[in-house]
């Protein structure tokens, strides 16, 4: 069973920026993928047996078992939905 995380190209995870002085820590859950050119944002914690979408900009904390999109890094699915629609 895998438990690494999948890292696509151009991925930004970052609890610092070198002109801002105040940090986060980013928790990154198991099983998780990462499409490329995602952006994390400092301070978010992640579930586990996530997908985060190409171009996703993360800016909340996500959930366990979902598939998550778009600039905002909205919930799009699942894990249960996807696997009842493969039915």
């Given at each position: 069973e895998?438990?690494a ?83």
């Amino acid at each position: 069973e895998i438990s690494a995380c999948l890292v696509g190209s151009e991925m930004c995870i970052r609890d610092r920026h070198e002109w801002i002085e105040k940090t986060k820590p980013i928790s990154i859950g198991e099983k998780c993928w990462f499409e490329g050119e995602t952006i994390v944002l400092p301070g978010i914690l992640t579930g586990s047996n996530y997908i985060i979408g190409a171009g996703s900009i993360v800016t909340h904390d996500i959930p366990d078992n979902v598939i998550v999109t778009s600039n905002l890094a909205k919930i799009i699915k699942t894990k249960e939905e996807v696997i009842e629609n493969e039915k």
